[in-house]
């Protein structure tokens, strides 16, 4: 009997069917074992940081608790103790809120991106993040223990082979029924909306550009788009940008407490979606609000934009490939335009491209960039900067490159930097750059070829520091500055001393670059409530606004030749690059005085963080010291630490912490029979040790139970797991011999545990990339019982007169395991459903030293005698996908082939059919020593951006597919055709597959997968050992189903 497949089968779903948590889009990296980590504890919460990241886990402790009665008072409910992860490992920003845990990841780094302004980042993603923690929780059906209910099938083929008792699965699904149902729009407006007592982000001009042009141009997302995350192009900053937007309209239109009502409706069992909630509360339901909404925008945009139209000034249109064509910079004759572009690519990643100025002939120079390019000042270097791996546990950080244009070779000057924006001096000696290291900028200068660095200017306290440049003449730097609530420019000479401001007021002016005789600079401002494009006269202080456009304007820069401006320019399709000619007159001239005045009127609506301002201007040279870092002591000195604390916090030694058991609930129906059972999930704080276990049981004794440990505190990841799978199952046949009819009920117990090394060199939730090797030695017994009653055969009518049960251990297997498993995917909005590019390699080694009762003796009648069988068994898994051209449409070769080196009992055999090879074939039907496969699948979208919620559902994309497969299995010979028992050489089958994905409740990702498949070749099986009749397969249709959270 082949309970070893049993057991496999086991294994396979415990790990299928276990609970996926809610997905955060966070930075990976494997715990450092090297990093020092040290606790704050305020009343409220924990705060845990490792060394060097002091300031910010001290800021994140004092905002915490200041927020902490606003936000709970919006919502009337206090979570438990939090605990902030404090990260600054990577160069990177987010914040992440677990709220089943009740712990918050924030990131030191300060977020600088393209489709948000800037705030003060620790205040905002604070209170952001907690914010998620208790409107999430206040909203919650079931209580916090308790993440979902799942529900789980599990169905087998039906088997011709006698010695098989249970087949493969041709039916998987594992469904949660969540206790949050909580859209994805009103997640994020809440909490960016914050409470109306505190409140660290505002409506700033960047969200109304968003919103403004979505509405205006016809692009806004739906209410059912809304309602997840995982769009391509702006769709997933749109969710920010319009649940903030319609947040704040609900507010505003039905009262700030109407936030909370609807939120403690969302927690009501019987609550399946937004709609009800906000009918509850406001009597319209969801989509009725959002058309007033979306009416309400209209007229506003309408007002706004009366005064713009008749003066449009946007210049012509050099490239709109992507929606992230960004950060122009001319080659030193003017000729030539370097800039950032996503072209192709579904998010926002950018290459550096090399263009004229007609935009007809486009070069790809490199991909990765992540700042600005710069020219040397003879046109044959760029230098940039890109994110690299700096260590063995994943971290990325900033490091700046040089390419050459002659050579194309690109060179890396300095490593683990965490270096960004550099600019070449006049004479190409120098570069300056922004230096980046808890929370806080630094300005650092060095070499041409990254020796001799030292910093020159910059501070603690968050001070932000953004795109220095050289004068023309190099005596002076050029740079953007955040202070309290806004961005300004400043300056300071080119040894770091006399800082001034060059220009400050309330309104937000960025991207400064110096003309070509450095008596000004161009940049980029909201003083109308639109970015547009400027340009200052130093001497005189009088600015002239060079664009007037509809969405906004962004990182300028001019021409040294004539005075041309290449810019990035918004609208709703996204960024792209546009350039105005230097000898159009500006649309409009103002003093510094008339200009420092915020124009934006009725639209200005993040006074409240500007405030410490008072809209006054603040003239050069007036010594204001800087409002929110303090990094200077006064404008003419060099840089100071920062501001201090209004409270600081004692720090001690972190001791290990854990989130606390949760628990999931487990309806299963295994094989048409139910079963009840439960997960149990437990994490250290860190991510540095996890525990799971659980199983089910039937009402028949059959059962099944897991147990997983994983400690990651060290690199490689050390685990642990323990199976044990009960399956019986019952028989009946005469044996004449004794003139009796036998009835007898089979008990199989399986058992396996593995003690392994996971080597992880990329994130293994990732859908795109993986690459993780792991070494692992397994243990495994298998036991059969049986419980034997019987009948006379002339008389089967009596009641069954029971023997004496009988049991013995007939299989134990001791087993080394290697396996290396790479995945690179293409990254695209559809590369879980549809891959388009890369390739998963999976090679495995296995050596074994196992025993199998196969003689039928026993010793002294008790003991099996066992054959050892001593072999080792490789395998190769390779997927290729090819993107097809003009469509989302992708060709995917699958060659697998497996070898045992020795020969073995059919017990052992590589088996080739079922689920996961050839698929019109049950998994037994072929099988062998030696197996090979390949298979042909041709994939395309039916109906992509369906996007339709139907209650708690939300359908998204269809795909299908057409497959061809062919498989053989043997054991004599190098070849199929070497082998003479074969009776014939290979097994094919075509058939075709449904992929549809959805959503559920929102946030869960739900995955439904049909194939069915045609066998077009007869298989049949003979026992290698035993004198019976060889099992004949006809051709027939078989069907697969798997409905879980990825393909």
Not at 206 to 230: K, P, Q, S, W
Not at 327 to 334: H, K, L
Not at 352 to 381: A, W
């Amino acid at each position: 009997m082949h309970a070893r497949r049993l057991f496999i089968c086991g294994v396979i779903l415990l790990g299928a069917l276990a609970p996926v948590p809610y997905a955060v889009d966070t930075a990976w990296s494997v715990p450092n074992p090297g990093l020092d980590w040290r606790t704050l504890s305020t009343e409220h919460f924990d705060v845990h940081y490792h060394a060097g990241a002091e300031w910010t886990a001290q800021e994140v402790a004092r905002v915490a608790e200041e927020i902490y009665p606003f936000i709970t008072g919006v919502y009337e409910y206090e979570p438990k103790r939090c605990h902030f992860v404090i990260l600054d490992t990577e160069d990177y920003a987010n914040g992440a809120a677990y709220y089943y845990d009740n712990k918050i990841e924030i990131w030191a780094t300060n977020l600088e991106f393209g489709l948000r302004g800037t705030t003060d980042w620790i205040q905002n993603v604070v209170t952001h993040e907690f914010t998620h923690i208790v409107a999430i929780q206040a909203s919650m059906k079931m209580p916090l223990r308790i993440p979902a209910l799942y529900f789980q099938a599990v169905g087998f083929e039906t088997e011709k082979r006698p010695d098989v008792i249970t087949g493969y699965p041709d039916l998987i699904i594992s469904y949660p029924i969540t206790g949050t149902v909580v859209p994805a729009w009103w997640a994020e407006g809440v909490a960016q909306y914050q409470s109306p007592g505190r409140r660290y982000d505002c409506w700033d001009t960047h969200r109304d550009m968003i919103l403004r042009m979505a509405v205006t141009e016809d692009r806004m997302l739906t209410y059912d788009d809304m309602g997840f995350l995982g769009h391509r192009g702006l769709g997933n900053e749109q969710v920010y940008d319009h649940g903030y937007g319609l947040v704040r309209y609900i507010a505003a239109t039905y009262g700030p407490e109407s936030i909370d009502r609807i939120n403690e409706r969302l927690g009501k069992f019987y609550r399946l979606t937004m709609d009800g909630a906000m009918k509850d509360v406001t009597g319209k339901g969801g989509r009725d609000i959002y058309r007033d909404w979306v009416a309400s925008l209209s007229a506003r945009y309408d007002r706004q934009l009366a005064p713009v139209k008749p003066g449009l000034r946007a210049g012509d249109v050099v490239c709109d490939d992507g929606f992230m064509t960004v950060a122009p910079t001319f080659s030193p004759d003017g000729a030539r335009i370097a800039f950032l572009c996503n072209k192709g690519s579904d998010y926002a990643a950018t290459s550096l491209y090399i263009t004229g100025r007609d935009g007809k002939e486009l070069d790809r120079i490199e991909g990765g960039v992540s700042s600005r390019p710069v020219f040397s000042s003879d046109g044959g270097r760029l230098a940039y900067a890109k994110h690299e791996r700096a260590d063995s546990y994943g971290a990325r950080l900033s490091d700046l490159f040089v390419y050459d244009l002659a050579t194309k070779k690109e060179t890396r000057i300095t490593r683990k930097a965490r270096a960004a924006e550099p600019q070449w001096s006049p004479d190409g000696g120098q570069i300056v750059c922004v230096l980046n290291a808890d929370g806080s900028h630094r300005m650092a200068v060095m070499n041409a070829d990254g020796s001799g660095m030292r910093v020159i200017y910059g501070g603690e306290g968050g001070l932000q520091l953004y795109a220095p440049q050289y004068s023309p003449d190099g005596s002076r730097i050029l740079f953007g500055i955040f202070t309290e609530g806004t961005r300004d420019i400043a300056s300071i000479a080119a040894d770091g001393s006399d800082f001034r401001y060059e220009l400050r007021t309330i309104n937000d002016e960025r991207d400064a670059r110096w003309t070509a005789d450095g008596d000004g600079f161009v940049f980029s401002s909201d003083r109308t409530g639109i970015f547009n494009i400027y340009r200052m006269d130093l001497a005189s202080g009088e600015i002239a606004q060079l664009s007037n456009v509809a969405g906004g304007a962004f990182m300028p820069d001019i021409a040294s030749s004539d005075g041309a401006v290449a810019y990035s320019g918004y609208s709703g399709a996204g960024y792209h690059l546009r350039l105005l000619g230097g000898s159009q007159a500006p649309v409009a001239e103002m003093p510094e005085t008339v200009y420092a005045e915020r124009a934006a009127g009725e639209f200005e609506e993040c006074q409240d963080l500007k405030g410490s301002l008072s809209g006054r201007y603040r003239p050069v040279g007036d010594g204001v010291q800087l409002a929110s870092s303090g990094a200077l002591a006064d404008v003419s000195g060099a840089a100071q630490p920062g501001s201090p604390l209004q409270q600081t916090y004692e720090s001690t030694p972190y001791k290990w912490d854990y989130t606390g058991f949760q628990f999931y609930p487990r309806f299963v129906l295994w094989n048409n029979k139910p079963r009840a059972g439960l997960f149990v999930s437990n994490n250290e704080i860190l991510e540095r040790q996890s525990l799971f276990f659980g199983g089910s049981y039937g009402a028949d004794g059959e059962f099944d139970a897991v147990i997983d440990f994983e400690l990651r505190k060290l690199f490689p990841v050390f685990y642990m797991s323990y199976y044990r799978v009960r399956q019986k199952y019952a028989d009946q046949f005469p044996i004449e011999e004794l003139d009796r009819y036998y009835y007898i009920d089979y008990r199989y117990d399986v058992w396996s545990g593995d003690l392994g090394l996971r080597f992880e060199f990329e994130d293994r939730y990732s859908r795109t990339r993986r690459n993780e090797m792991r070494v692992w030695w397994n243990h495994s017994e298998y036991n059969v019982f049986l419980t034997p009653e019987y009948v006379p055969l002339n008389d089967q009518g009596v009641t069954p007169i029971p023997e004496q049960p009988v049991g013995w251990k007939y299989f134990v297997g001791n087993e080394a395991h290697f396996n290396w498993y790479y995945k690179s995917i293409t990254r695209a909005v559809d590369s879980d459903i549809n891959p388009r590019g890369g390739r998963e390699i999976i090679v495995d080694a296995m050596f074994a030293n196992d025993d199998l009762f196969v003689s039928g003796e026993f010793d002294y009648g008790v003991n099996p005698k066992f054959t050892r069988y001593q072999f080792g068994q490789y395998t190769v898994d390779w997927r290729e996908y090819l993107a097809l051209p003009g469509w989302r449409h992708t060709l995917q070769v699958r060659l697998m082939a497996s070898l045992i080196d020795k020969p073995v009992d059919d017990f052992f055999w590589v088996y080739m059919g079922g689920m996961d090879r050839l698929r019109g074939y049950t998994y037994y039907a072929i099988g062998g020593r030696k197996g090979a496969m390949a298979s042909i699948t041709y994939r395309f979208p039916i109906w992509r951006k369906i996007n339709r919620q139907a209650s708690w559902l939300t359908i998204k994309d269809l795909y299908g597919g057409i497959f061809y497969e062919a498989a053989s299995a043997w054991n004599d010979g190098n070849l199929p055709t070497d082998d003479p028992t074969l009776d014939r050489n290979y097994y094919s089958n075509v058939g075709g597959e449904l992929r549809l994905n959805m959503g559920s409740f929102y946030s869960y990702p739900t995955t439904v997968n049909f194939a069915a498949a045609y066998a077009i070749d007869p298989a049949v099986y003979v026992n290698p050992i035993a004198a019976v009749a060889p099992v004949y397969y006809d051709p027939q249709w078989r069907y697969y189903v798997v409905v879980g959270f990825s393909f």
